[in-house]
């Protein structure tokens, strides 16, 4: 049986180390192939064998770790209305424990404890008041730190456990034995209001950075909101509005002016002009009339028009893209791997650290040595809580990919946008990516005009060509159409790849190609060298007609550029990036398309199957190589190269080969991909300098590195402050990201 790809929500976690329990708990489940757990979608994409294992043994795995794996499909209104419930909680929690941690810091801290009713400088009253916050608004910590410890693992809430049990439990002591603390030399003064307002801040900041990562997820809510909820479909001559998930493929549907169009289809009737914007990107409408496809989720502008539904539910353009942005977001990034691998260690090492810690203040520090050795193990143990490491990729990553699915820019994974910003050499396949790929014939040139005129040369050309599949072919039997010639019955028809046709038509063997196909049969054609040459010279690719061993005719097709040709191949070349052309054509018109949009490197006369080769070519001279492409055979040349880009009017075989996909065919797109990628990956970098830079900085002053120099000691509340800090600073640094141009 095939495997299975599949993403579940996992619950509770909140830091890289909690990404790296889970993700090392799924990989662990006979079956399990691939597991990727995204901190910031909250979410385990995972690869398995459903004869090895079913879901629930991913659940059992993940609950021995201490976090909740939901293995049910839930709708995404009940997900949002989870995470509100979960929100409200936290909330909930939090405005608790910020009360009961000023009232306590007001009877605690010296300088104003003295203006504070009596009653709340009484330890037992404190000791009252710390109690619910330490075991109900701290509940969360405990319940992930109990099963981790009991599988011999530790994460973010195991330091924050240990800091605030450390400080309550020492403060339970000194109110029940303050006599045995006196004895010690130190004043009993409990610190219920480093507990309490440790925990309070800590709750905060994950509030706070909950709410911004729900920021991060707008692209997604914005897709799902673009989809119609009904449709008007005709059903025995009547109209009938009905929910969106009862339309079914083949059914007639009407869309009058200013509706959304309900489903993917094809017009049968009327015409119009669409907004496809919500899709592609592209601002102005696109005009639609009969045979043409429409777009789900897209907005009809003046006219009304009929269609037949082509493509419903999860297989509707709109439920790709939301597909494909939800799998990129769950994706993780190669250079994420650093953040992995150093929360794997972290969280052991700064245990290690908090027990030196500990051990000399209370064996050097001044007296009351045994207080400095307990604040300072508390200081070090929240400080270092590593939330902002699993941040600092995954958060960008979410933001990144929802701007490009804004723009038309569908990535399919992490990894694709971040190498998108190291390519230096972008090669275009021509028919369809640099060229509209609607060529039409411009000349039908007869040879032989007494046995073989035009008419005859058109007839036999568009009659062995109606069975092919290729571009050019097309455009030779609408000609055909156009002159309104009878087509001729074809017999032992083949294609030969890269070349053309051939076949038997009445009695007569004809073949219709390339010159490489004319020379491989051996047919001359000299005496026609020089309109084929001057045809070539205007851009043109030239087919010639050989029936019988003899050369008949010549076809000349032109395919226009596209509109945003030039301008896309300028603006890669102004960021220093190499433009590379490939095509099947002859050099002649090669050259006369490349010199139109200004493209130097010319590689002409490239068979399909030999596109693959000169990618790896160009990578051999240690390029990094972004193939742009739009047909099945530019499929295995767009897997080869580093980035895969496929044009969205292309075939589904180049977009599932393909790294990215650009929706609204517009050449310019590729460079916003790259600007994109490089904004993403600056974003990144920066995040990851905050939240090392911060781990490395703070850890050693919470050990009290500054004590001997300045007297300077970081108390664990400002301690609690600074990670909350670090982790919303990450968050927000990536939301700034959508303000960027691309």
């Known amino acids: 049986m095939k495997e299975i790809k599949k993403a579940f929500p996992i619950r509770g976690m909140h830091c890289a180390s ?85 009232l306590i810091f007001w009877a605690s801290f010296p300088g104003i404890m003295e203006t504070a009713p009596s009653i709340l400088r009484n330890f037992y009253v404190q000791l009252l008041l710390a109690t619910p916050v330490q075991f109900w608004a701290a509940l969360p910590f405990y319940k992930a730190t109990i099963p981790a410890l009991k ?223 307990i604040l300072n193990t508390v200081a070090v143990l929240i400080i270092a809580c590593p939330c902002a490491m699993g941040l600092a990729t995954p958060t960008a990553i979410m933001v990144g990919t929802g701007i490009g699915a804004e723009h038309g820019i569908l990535i399919k994974d992490a990894e694709s946008l971040e190498i998108a910003h190291k390519v230096d050499t972008v090669i275009f396949d021509k028919t369809g990516t640099l060229t509209k790929g609607k060529p039409e014939v411009t000349n039908v040139i007869s040879l032989e005009s007494k046995t073989y005129p035009r008419q005859i040369v058109l007839q036999l050309a568009a009659s062995v060509e109606k069975v092919s599949e290729h571009s050019l072919a097309e455009a030779v039997v609408k000609k055909g159409e156009a002159e309104k010639i009878r087509l001729e019955e074809v017999v032992k028809f083949q294609a030969i790849a890269g070349h053309g046709v051939e076949g038997i038509i009445g009695k007569k063997r004809v073949i219709f190609g390339n010159r490489r196909l004319i020379e491989k049969e ?27 061993g003899k050369l008949a005719g010549l076809i000349a097709v032109a395919d226009t550029l596209k509109d945003t040709a030039s301008e896309g191949v300028r603006a890669l070349q102004e960021l220093g990036i190499e433009v590379v052309m490939i095509t099947g054509d002859n050099k002649a018109t090669a050259n006369a398309i490349a010199g139109q949009v200004g493209i130097k490197r010319i590689l002409a006369e490239v068979l399909p199957d030999q596109k693959e080769s000169e990618v790896r070519k160009i990578q051999a001279e240690g390029k990094r190589v972004a193939m742009v492409g739009d047909g099945i055979n530019d499929a295995p040349a767009l897997a080869a190269s580093d980035v895969g880009i496929a044009m969205g009017s292309g075939t589904d075989v180049a977009i ?30 920066l995040n990851l300098f905050w939240a090392f830079g911060y781990n490395i900085v703070l850890i050693p002053v919470a050990m009290g590195i500054l004590y001997p120099f300045f007297g300077l000691l970081l108390s664990p509340i400002l301690a609690s402050v600074a990670m909350a800090s670090s982790s919303i600073s990450v968050v927000g640094n990536s939301l700034l990201l959508r303000r960027v141009r691309i």
């Not at 480093?194 to 809510?221: D, F, N």
């Not at 009339?289 to 539904?309: L, P």
């Not at 942005?325 to 691998?341: C, N, T, Y």
């Not at 001359?524 to 010639?544: N, P, R």
């Open 18 to 102: 909690c990404v790296r329990v889970t993700e090392r708990a799924l990989k662990k489940v006979p079956g399990v192939r691939e597991a990727v757990v995204n901190l910031a979608t909250e979410k385990a994409t995972v690869t398995y064998d459903p004869l090895l294992c079913e879901p629930e043994n991913l659940a059992d795995a993940i609950s021995k770790t201490g976090y909740v794996m939901e293995t049910q499909v839930i709708n995404e209104d009940i997900e949002q209305e989870e995470k509100r419930k979960e929100l409200n909680i936290l909330k909930g929690r939090v405005v608790f424990s910020l009360t009961v941690g000023a």
């Open 522 to 548: 051996k047919i001359s054609y000299i005496e026609a060298l020089e309109q084929i040459e001057q045809l070539e010279s205007e851009g043109k690719t030239v087919m010639l007609l050989g029936i019988d």
């Open 656 to 685: 599932e080969a393909a790294d990215i996909t650009l929706i609204n065919k517009d050449l310019r797109t590729v460079v916003q991909a790259i600007n994109l990628s490089k904004k993403t990956m600056r974003t990144i970098r």
């Open 151 to 373: 599988n011999r693992l530790a994460n973010m809430d195991t330091l924050v456990a240990l800091g605030t049990t450390v400080a309550y439990v020492y403060s339970v002591f000194v109110t029940f034995f303050p006599d045995v603390v006196r004895k010690t030399g130190m004043e009993p003064v409990p610190y219920f209001d480093v507990g309490v307002v440790v925990i309070a801040l800590i709750l905060l900041g994950r509030y706070i950075e909950a709410r911004a990562k729900a920021g991060t997820s707008q692209a997604i809510k914005k897709l799902i909101g673009l989809a119609a909820k009904t449709a008007r479909v005709v059903r025995n001559g009547k109209e009938t509005d009905v929910p969106i998930e009862e339309v079914r493929i083949g059914d007639t549907l009407r869309v009058r002016p200013g509706e959304k169009i309900p489903v993917d289809g094809k017009i049968i009737s009327g015409e119009s002009s669409v907004d496809e914007s919500m899709v592609t990107g592209e601002s102005i409408p696109v005009d639609k009339a009969v045979g043409d496809t429409v777009i789900g989720a897209t907005i009809n502008k003046s006219g009304t028009f009929t269609y037949k539904a082509m493509k419903v539910g999860s297989e509707t353009m709109l439920a790709q893209i939301i597909k494909l942005v939800e799998e990129a977001q769950g994706s993780k990034a190669p250079i994420q791997r650093l953040a992995d691998l150093i929360s794997s260690y972290f969280v052991p090492i700064v245990i290690m650290l908090a027990f030196a810690t500990f051990a000399v203040w209370y064996i050097f520090g001044p007296q009351p040595a045994t207080l400095f050795a």
